[in-house]
């Protein structure tokens, strides 16, 4: 939002002390430390009935309220912002997250008018509601999903389990419910694009030995049903079959070499735009096309443009370097066949001792 430049998100872990991060515009993300007293204040927050309230930025004990020097701007007083406080229930738990969004006292900025005016109450009142309702429906997508995959495992788990001890009808029930997951699946995937998904039985056998789990299963079966759909250039209506020959099996979280690795989070965007620029050389591959920065920003799944590729990867360089060096065995596409990673792997792969 062009009007806003600054954010404090606040949420309790599993002992219920809270966390925090502050996100900007010019810069990346900030872990913070918390305090008693910071601590104690989101515990007041808590308690207040209110889902969302402006407040002035000198009222927030994990705010520095900086002078501005003489001929240039503060962004961060008090004075030119007006602080919108959401609180968010976690769930069914009787927890909440806390966001401090600053804004910029000027409505132009916001895109409402082109005045100068300071917002007036009922603008707030909007502009609140909106917010709260946003986080709302993030937080919650965010716990189902996170319930889906905890409720996928569990279930997994338990099956297993039974596997070892139960006898070859109960082997049949166990395969019949993976079946019947991924019918289920396929068939939520029919009725929101408007083709009828069908699968060959080969491909569950494939899906169920090389899926470690839900994710890597769903996005495997979605990735494959798109490239199908492109090179047959389906029309809604059509059916489309999922056979072996058209099968797309997405890399698993963790590294080839199948140890976990911990990812702060300065490197995980990084790897991410690994994962991303991966995932999209393979489908321009198996398309016949030139594996040009074009072609594979256009076909990632939120597109982008060439220039922006090459931004990305100048920002990550040294990330990247340490990635592809530290993990020889993933990414395989991009390292070998994508000129931009290739170049930038071959020209600096010398200067990565020293670096951290």
Known sequence: MDGIDRIFGFWPDYKSDYQGIEWTRNKEEEVLEISNEIQEFLNSESKLNSSFQWLNANRLPFVTIEQPKIGQLDLFTESKYLVLHVKQKLGSKDSNAHFYLFFRDNKSNFGITESKESYTTSEKAIIGRLAKNYADSIVSNY????????????????????????????????????????????????????????????????????????????????????????IKLAEPGDTIELIPAYLIIVSPVNFSDKKEIVINNRISKTVDLLNRLEKSALLVLNTGNSLTSAEVGKNMDRAITAPAISDALKKNKVRILQLLSENPGQWPTIRKHFKPVVNLFEKNSDKLSGTS
């Open 143 to 230: 716990l189902s999903n996170i319930s889906s995959t905890i409720q996928f495992k569990e279930s997994t788990q338990k099956l297993l389990i039974t596997k070892q001890e139960e006898n070859e009808a109960q082997n049949n029930d166990f395969y019949k419910w993976n079946n019947y997951w991924i019918d289920d699946y396929l068939y939520s995937l029919s009725k929101r694009d408007g083709f009828n998904y069908v699968i060959h039985e080969n491909v569950r056998n494939i899906l169920f030995e090389k899926c470690k789990d839900l994710e890597q299963l769903k996005e495997s079966i979605t990735n494959s049903l798109v490239y199908i759909c492109n």
